[in-house]
């Protein structure tokens, strides 16, 4: 079974079109994030949920839109995408201890977007 | 200057090398220390996790962390071609904080 898992793997788009990616765990997981790798793999948090709260917002324009329905799922939608925005997104989820982040995260297989 | 300094490679050794990968950082309050291993097309993960000072050993991989000097490292022993992949180091400050990544870099094991 995956731990961390997200769809779509690939993306292919035209500019001003908007995306979804979606991202489930099943590891029982309290907090979830998405990153983005740029083509450069500089690994940037973008979002982090913890418990369906919003915890880490980044300086990321407002065409990103997290969305947690539940601490299993976190969901990334973009508006009017950009070609700025291709790059690989990676969700991944990390369990707190006694509160605190460690940092140990699980990521998935990540989605690769390419705008157009 | 960046929080957490890491050299992008890339890095090409022969089959049965030591590899020596480090990163710098600049924030003292830094007190969780991890490497993470990301194969081609894939997602990182965990390789070696420290919390604060200290070596930490895990077969052929050995993880160092020197505060003082604002310096960690990650040691592979007798590298093998299944090490080829992109290492990044990463580093947090704990409670709710965010981890903060190296740019990653590139090491190839050639057979």
């Known amino acids: 079974d995956t731990a961390v898992s997200q769809t779509p793997k690939y993306l292919v788009t035209q500019m001003g079109n908007d995306k979804s990616i979606k991202c489930e765990q099943n590891?029982?997981?309290?907090?979830m994030y998405w990153y983005k790798q740029d083509s450069k793999k500089f690994l940037k948090i973008m979002f982090s949920?913890?418990?369906?709260?919003?915890?880490i917002n980044e300086t990321v324009p407002n065409r990103f839109s997290p969305k947690s329905p539940d601490k299993a799922h976190l969901n990334l939608h973009i508006n009017s995408l950009e070609l700025g925005d291709s790059a690989v997104y990676f969700c991944?989820?990390?369990?707190?201890?006694?509160?605190?982040?460690?940092?140990?995260?699980?990521f998935g297989e990540g989605s690769r977007l390419t705008v157009l | 200057q960046k929080e957490v300094e890491q050299d992008p490679g890339p890095l090409s050794v022969p089959e049965g090398a030591i590899v020596s990968l480090n990163c710098t950082y600049s924030?003292?309050?830094?007190?969780?220390f991890m490497w993470y291993r990301q194969y081609s097309r894939k997602g990182p993960e965990l390789l070696m996790y420290?919390?604060?000072?200290g070596n930490k050993e895990d077969g052929r991989f050995t993880a160092q962390v020197d505060k003082s000097s604002k310096y960690i490292s990650l040691f592979i022993r007798d590298s093998q071609p299944s090490d080829s992949a992109t290492y990044l180091c990463?580093?947090?400050?704990?409670?709710?904080?965010?981890?903060?990544f190296g740019k990653g870099m590139k090491l190839t094991v050639n057979p």
């Open positions: 590891l029982g997981h309290d907090t």
């Open positions: 991944a989820s990390s369990q707190r201890l006694a509160g605190v982040q460690t940092g140990e995260l699980f």
């Open positions: 420290t919390y604060s000072s």
């Open positions: 990463a580093m947090s400050k704990g409670g709710s904080e965010k981890l903060v």
């Open positions: 949920y913890n418990n369906k709260e919003l915890i």
């Open positions: 924030n003292s309050a830094f007190q969780y």
